[in-house]
C-alpha cells in the first residue's frame, strides 16, 4: 500500500502563485507515472497533468502555460508549480500515482483563487 499526501493548498489572489507538493510514503516515483487531478463541487474530476517516470510532462490545455508538473524522485516527491491563478483553477486538487492498473490517490488540497 502507498499512501500520498498533498500539501501546499491555500487561498491566493488571481494571478498569484502556489505550489502543490505529493509526497509518497515509499519509494515509487521510479516506476509510476504520476498525475495532477482538480475536482469542484458537483462535477467530475478533471486531468491536470501527468509526468511520466522519464519525465515527460502533458498538460490540459486550461493548464498548459501557467502549470508546471515535477518530480524528485529522491524525495519521493512530485510537485505542481502553478501561476497566474484564476478563479476557474479553485478546486480540490488530487495527485495519482499509477502503474498498470494499480493506482493510488491521495486525499486531496483545496485551492481557492479568490479576490
Known amino acids: 500500500q502507498v499512501q500520498l499526501v498533498e500539501s501546499g493548498g491555500g487561498l491566493v489572489q488571481p494571478g498569484g502563485s502556489l505550489r502543490l507538493s505529493c509526497a509518497a510514503s515509499?519509494?515509487?516515483?521510479?516506476?509510476?507515472?504520476m498525475d495532477w487531478y482538480r475536482q469542484t463541487p458537483g462535477n467530475e474530476r478533471e486531468w491536470v497533468a501527468t509526468?511520466?517516470?522519464?519525465?515527460?510532462?502533458n498538460y490540459a490545455d486550461s493548464v498548459k502555460g501557467r502549470f508546471t508538473i515535477s518530480r524528485d524522485n529522491a524525495k519521493n516527491t512530485m510537485y505542481l508549480q502553478m501561476n497566474s491563478l484564476k478563479p476557474d483553477d479553485t478546486a480540490v486538487y488530487y495527485c495519482?500515482?499509477?502503474?498498470?492498473?494499480?493506482?493510488?490517490w491521495g486525499q486531496g488540497t483545496q485551492v481557492t483563487v479568490s479576490s
Open positions: 509526468i511520466t517516470s522519464g519525465g515527460s510532462a
Open positions: 495519482v500515482a499509477h502503474y498498470g492498473a494499480i493506482i493510488y
Open positions: 515509499r519509494s515509487i516515483f521510479n516506476a509510476y507515472i
